[in-house]
C-alpha cells in the first residue's frame, strides 16, 4: 500500500540534545511537507520541498533543520535550539501546486 | 491580518443529524480549500476539495459550498454517525507557483461529537 510512514511514534529529547524524526513515502510524490501542531492550534508549516535537493523554510523554520537527498526521503531535526520542541509532528506529501496532502501518522516529541 | 476561523468549542450533534461546520477566512485569496477529517493521535485524511470557481461539492453524506465573497466555507455531513465524530480541519491552497510559498495553511478545526 502506497503511503507516508513517519517514526519514531513517540521520541524524547534531552537537554542540549538534537534529534532526527524521519519521514518515508512511497507515493512518488515530488512535494514533501512538515508541519508542527500544538494542543488547540492548527497545523504550522515548518519546512517544505518541492524536488529533491530542494527546500525552503515554511512560517516557523527557526530551530529546525532539513535534507532531501532523496524523493522518498525528507527527515526532520530538531536541533537544541528549538526551545520548546514537544509537539506533534506531521509529515505529509503531494503532487506540487495543488491537491490533496497524504499525511503520516505523526511523531510525539517530548522533553526529558 | 491573515485568519483562518472555525468553531472553536465543540460541536454536539445527535445522531442521524446533520452537522454543519463553518470556515471563515480574511485576507486570503485561496485557489483551493480543503477539508480534513483528524482523530486523535492520527494524522489528518484528506476528506474534499472545492475550488475558488466551484459553489458546492458532494461526496456520499459529505457536501462542502465555498463562497469567496464572503469568504466562507461551510462543511455537511448529513445523516450523521457516531464514527463521524473527529476534529475536522479546514485548510487554504494558495496555490502559488514561480518559487512562492508552498503548502497548506490550516485552520485550528472543529471538534465534532456525534451523540446516539
Known amino acids: 500500500d502506497g503511503g507516508i510512514t513517519q517514526s519514531p511514534k513517540y521520541l524524547f529529547r534531552k537537554e542540549g540534545q538534537n534529534v532526527t524524526l524521519s519521514c518515508e513515502q512511497n507515493l512518488n510524490h515530488d512535494a514533501m511537507y512538515w508541519y508542527r501542531q500544538d494542543p488547540g492550534q492548527g497545523l504550522r508549516l515548518i519546512y517544505y520541498s518541492q524536488i529533491v535537493n530542494d527546500f525552503q523554510k515554511g512560517d516557523i523554520a527557526e530551530g529546525y533543520s532539513v535534507s532531501r537527498e532523496k524523493k522518498e526521503s525528507f527527515p526532520l531535526t530538531v536541533t537544541s535550539a528549538q526551545k520548546n520542541p514537544t509537539a506533534f509532528y506531521l509529515c505529509?506529501?503531494?503532487?506540487?501546486?495543488?491537491?490533496?496532502?497524504?499525511f503520516g501518522d505523526g511523531t510525539r516529541l517530548s522533553i526529558l | 491580518s491573515q485568519k483562518i476561523e472555525q468553531n472553536s468549542e465543540a460541536l454536539n450533534i445527535q445522531e442521524g443529524k446533520t452537522a454543519t461546520l463553518t470556515c471563515n477566512y480574511t485576507n486570503y485569496s485561496p485557489a483551493y480549500l480543503q477539508w480534513y477529517r483528524q482523530d486523535p493521535g492520527r494524522g489528518p485524511v484528506f476528506l474534499l476539495l472545492?475550488?475558488?470557481?466551484?459553489k458546492e461539492k458532494r461526496k456520499e453524506r459529505l457536501k462542502v459550498t465555498f463562497d469567496t465573497t464572503l469568504k466562507q466555507s461551510l462543511f455537511h455531513i448529513t445523516a450523521s454517525q457516531p464514527a463521524d465524530s473527529a476534529t475536522y480541519l479546514c485548510?487554504?491552497?494558495?496555490?502559488?507557483?514561480?518559487?512562492?510559498?508552498?503548502?497548506?495553511?490550516f485552520g485550528k478545526g472543529t471538534h465534532l461529537i456525534i451523540q446516539p
Open positions: 485548510a487554504l491552497d494558495m496555490m502559488y507557483s514561480g518559487g512562492g510559498a508552498d503548502g497548506l495553511t
Open positions: 505529509a506529501s503531494r503532487i506540487p501546486l495543488g491537491g490533496p496532502q497524504h
Open positions: 472545492i475550488r475558488e470557481n466551484e
